[in-house]
């Protein structure tokens, strides 16, 4: 994803850019998290009381409880608190989240050497690996792809093709001298918002694919990579694409 993309790009601390969202649990952190357990335990006494049933008190006390917890999940991301990423980021992070329990390395926010661009998430698994930058677009505007060009209503989003392609291209390039051995990097836009006549559609080396299926297409892959190869392209990746937060 180019630079001029995003604002506020701020830069921090070298270290918090690999800080995770574990390692920022904070004082104030706890304090709010005791807060919407107390008032969990309020919700589950006054709803006892009222029916004249703990166990039903007890079901509202962690229906709360579960409900404040997707709540925090679904809006914490890895990048760090201070760079606020964007919608299309965040919900590609959190399919991300998903594939990181059955082996997958991830990456958010990484700055590709020599250029203004960035890559919004870098993944390493079993079926390879990949570049995604993620995208919000207008839904009432159509996609549609034309001579292999591809089109959100009248205009032309080649260029965004072409800057992801290079993004991936330059990551595969720096972990392959990294490594000392050939690393192929699949280029992918992750677009959110207009509907697509396709999961996945590959134009000019990158494939378009609709955000929701994030998942699915990283199950697309033909690689077969070890544990060892997943662990080495993966801290290959983490020293030759900075992070940029």
């Known amino acids: ?59 509202f006390a962690a229906g ?27 919900r590609t992070e959190a399919q991300l989240r998903v594939m990181k329990k059955v082996g997958y390395q991830v990456l958010h926010a990484r700055e590709v050497p020599g250029g203004n661009g960035q890559i919004d998430h870098f993944i390493v698994g079993r079926r390879g690996a990949f570049a995604i930058d993620s995208e919000s677009w207008d839904k009432r505007l159509p996609l549609r792809n034309k001579l292999e060009k591809l089109y959100h209503g009248r205009f032309s989003k080649n260029e965004r093709i072409d800057e992801a392609l290079t993004e991936a291209r330059e990551a595969e390039r720096l972990i392959s ?32 694919i609709q955000g929701q299926k994030v998942r699915k297409w990283l199950r697309s892959g033909k690689s077969r990579l070890t544990e060892k190869e997943i662990e080495e392209i993966h801290r290959a990746a983490q020293k030759v694409l900075p992070a940029r937060y």
């Open 64 to 90: 709360t409880l579960v409900g404040f917890i997707v709540y925090a999940s679904r809006r914490h991301s890895e990048v760090p608190r201070w760079r606020k990423p964007s919608m299309a980021q965040r």
């Open 177 to 208: 001298e990294e490594l000392g051995r050939q690393v192929t990097v699949r280029a992918a836009l992750a677009i959110y918002g207009p509907g697509m006549p396709w999961d996945s559609h590959n134009l000019r080396g990158v494939d378009i």
């Open 1 to 59: 994803m180019p630079a001029g993309r995003t604002p506020n790009r701020t830069a921090g601390p070298e270290g918090a850019a690999r800080t995770t969202y574990g390692d920022l649990l904070t004082s104030k952190d706890a304090r709010r998290w005791a807060v919407r357990g107390a008032a969990a335990l309020l919700v589950g006494l006054a709803t006892g009381l009222l029916t004249g049933d703990w166990r039903i008190g007890a079901t």
